[in-house]
């Protein structure tokens, strides 16, 4: 009832009858959103559940209160930590920003937010929102998410790729940690299909507090959805009562585009219009711009926001009365025969026109103008949009879930599976790629050893360079002393590793530069497009690279860390493995062939005319305590005799010839 009195202002008075919310005591609004009459019972029932879905209306309240209200009934006592998973990083940055703001702390502190490229917490945070990605690179380093007493899936019904993987990782290891609370919050939306995933958990209903919104449609098709909405926000603005605006619009350019050719109309129009402030809001947009969009409109005044689909349920924005809906959004499709993903525009699904009329109704009674047709609107868009891991390539998918040791992927337990044939292929095409998984990991892992998160690039190069093995170096018959020398002006002391990076590093894009030095240019190109392939992928589970400008030790500690299993020690009479004690030979080939390090790591073994290790890198037995203790004992890496042993190895270079 405070709820309606306070917002009881209709839009014809101007807003004059609302309260602006700088009056009300911070604290006073949050006991006025739809959820707190509903605090007691929400705990209550996540005392009583494990796993609970959480359904309320888009600005109840659920992601900047639930967290709240867990940290005040101790959810975070012993310091553990309450995370938040968000599908866009403008909404975790936002919300975290609001949220800090309500408990008077600053943001980062007690409250914080990961995004890619940027982490915004510190030992003291224990509320922590973050993407769905961020949350899912978290299994890598603690696969059972021990520092979290609970953790929210929210905005569940975006079903975007990362959630959605979430949801089979929590629902397995919520299994064997019964003190983890797991809450699945959503629009209104889909609530019935979660709790029959997370084996018939309840779900808890915030009633909503809507207002009618009246829908318009168009009598006839828009040819032109840009200016089409120009033009109705000019429209609303010179002939509707007071209020603001929210247009719907699919990315950047088209947002840009909209707000430039608004101010424009508005600069002409001068002073026979009142002011009418235009503010964008997009993923790409700096945070202090994106900010603007919460700031309240001055008397007088009109504010038109023009958004992508993130106005949708991500942020709510207060005071909208007016929604513009042109119907699209951009969606990411697949096409699997050939494998090509893109972005596309695309009609918006039904559920989604309806997320965004509801944005009109908040405050008070609202209007949405659909710039389509009624009849569009039932035959033409979609009931609901299909989940993203139905339209995506999933090359990512798999490398990730690789990577965090899951090898069954036939039968992980997809919410709703991705279609057979294309997660086969995508195992077919990494499997093509001919890469380790190892290097994967290392890659995707932010492994404790931090050396390894710092020569990500080097690391990437390296496994495209190995992925092309052995067929770098051109070693004709009739040139071979040639061959060789051009080979020697590759080599760097390290290893083989350190040498393909080298040649990488070197090469110039030229047949011409490749045929001077005898480095094979079909396969160095294959080198690279793998590469590209790599960093696509990288990009995709959102992981940074870094590079240690090409520094040894960071990159041998890495590789170290891939592939610990495979070390060689170097002994009376020559490498023995160190697990197995068996006796293994430094290939040829090896820029390591003279060297003889005491200890090193070989990237696979090769029987030819003996047990050849190919592809060998130079490290210290210390490195292999450090980045595998579970693996090895001190006793079985002590270092007694002398550093190098006398060559016994002439012969096999004379017999491979
Ligand atoms: O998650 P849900 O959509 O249920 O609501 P919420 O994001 O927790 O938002 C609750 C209220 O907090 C909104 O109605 C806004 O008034 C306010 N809020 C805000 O003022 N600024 C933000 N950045 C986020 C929320
Ligand atoms: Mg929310």
């Known amino acids: ?33 739809p959820i707190f009459p509903y605090r007691e019972d929400l705990l209550a029932a996540i005392r009583e559940h494990q796993i609970l879905v959480i359904e309320g209306e888009t600005g109840s309240g659920k992601t900047t209160q639930i967290p709240q209200y867990l940290l005040e009934d101790g959810y975070t006592e012993g310091g553990m ?14 919300v ?27 030992e003291r945070t224990i509320l922590k929102y973050m993407t769905d990605g961020m949350l899912l690179r978290e299994f890598l380093t603690e696969p059972d998410l021990a520092s979290y007493s609970v953790i929210i899936i929210d905005e569940a019904h975006e079903r975007t790729l990362h959630t959605d993987i979430l949801f089979g990782l929590i629902k397995d290891i919520a ?9 699945v919050a959503s629009a209104t ?20 507090r809507r207002f009618p919104v009246d829908i318009y449609y168009t009598k006839a098709p828009e040819a032109d959805y840009l200016e089409a909405c120009v033009v109705s926000v000019l429209q609303i603005h010179v002939t509707q009562p007071a209020g603001d605006v929210l247009v719907f619009l699919t990315g950047q350019e088209e947002i840009e585009a909209c707000c430039e050719l608004l101010q424009e109309r508005c600069r002409r129009l001068g002073s026979k219009i009142s002011e009418l402030l235009v503010l ?34 991500s942020l709510t924005i207060d005071g909208i009365i007016y929604v513009i809906d042109p119907g699209f959004c951009k969606q990411k499709s697949y096409n699997a025969r050939t494998g090509m993903e893109s972005l596309i525009v695309t009609p918006c699904s039904r559920a989604s026109a309806n997320q965004r ?10 209007k949405c103008f659909r710039l389509y047709t009624a009849w569009a609107f039932k035959h033409e868009m979609e009931e609901t949009t299909v989940p993203e891991i139905q339209r995506t390539n ?28 294309t997660l086969v292929l995508a195992l077919e095409q990494l499997y093509a790629l001919g890469l380790k998984w190892n290097f994967c990991y290392l890659l995707i892992t932010d492994y404790p050893l931090s050396d390894v998160v710092t020569c990500s690039e080097e690391i990437l190069t390296i496994a495209a360079m190995l992925s092309v093995n052995n067929s770098i170096f051109y070693r004709p018959k009739d040139k071979v002393v040639h061959a060789d020398n051009a080979r020697m002006n590759f080599v760097v002391p390290g290893g083989d590793h350190i040498v393909l990076l080298n040649v990488y590093t070197q090469s110039g894009y030229s047949t011409q530069w490749c045929f001077e030095n005898f480095i094979q240019f079909r396969s160095m190109k294959r080198a690279r497009d793998v590469r590209d392939q790599l960093e696509g992928l990288m990009d995709r589970i959102e992981v940074e690279l870094c590079s240690c400008n090409g520094e040894s030790v960071p990159i041998r500690k890495a590789v170290t860390a891939g592939y610990f299993y495979n070390t060689a020690r170097l002994s009376k009479g020559g490498y023995k493995t160190v697990k197995h004690q068996q006796t293994v030979y430094v290939h040829p080939n090896s820029s390591l062939f003279e060297e003889q390090p005491r200890w090193m790591i070989y990237h696979e073994l090769v029987f030819t005319t003996k047990e050849f290790m190919r592809q060998v890198i130079e490290i210290e037995s210390g490195w292999l305590l450090e980045v595998a203790p579970h693996y090895y004992k001190n006793k079985e890496l002590e270092d007694s005799s002398s550093k190098k042993m006398p060559r016994k190895q002439g012969k096999a270079r004379e017999e491979l010839g």
């Open 1 to 33: 009832a405070v709820w309606s009195e306070r917002r009881a202002g209709t839009p014809d008075k101007g807003g004059a009858g609302e309260v602006p919310k700088q009056k009300q005591s911070i604290q006073e609004v949050r006991r006025s959103l």
């Open 81 to 94: 930590k309450i995370g938040c998973t968000q599908p866009r990083r403008v909404a975790a940055m936002s």
């Open 96 to 122: 975290a920003a609001r949220v800090a703001q309500e408990m008077s702390v600053k943001l980062g502190n007690e409250v914080g937010y990961s995004i890619r490229f940027e982490d915004c917490t510190s």
């Open 175 to 183: 299994r064997f940690r019964p003190d983890l609370k797991v809450l």
């Open 189 to 208: 939306l889909d609530t019935e299909r979660f709790s029959c995933f997370f084996d018939d958990a309840p779900v808890f209903r915030i009633p909503g």
């Open 280 to 313: 964008p809001i997009y993923a790409n947009l700096p945070s202090d711009m994106q900010a603007k969009i919460f700031n309240p409109t001055p008397p007088g005044a009109r504010k038109v926001v023009v958004a992508t689909n993130i106005a949708e349920t």
């Open 357 to 366: 009329a509801g944005r009109a109704g908040r405050v008070a009674a609202g």
């Open 394 to 421: 999933l090359g990512n998918v798999v490398l990730l879930l690789k990577s965090l040791g899951i090898n069954d992927l036939i039968h992980f337990d997809f919410m709703d599976p991705p279609p057979h044939e």
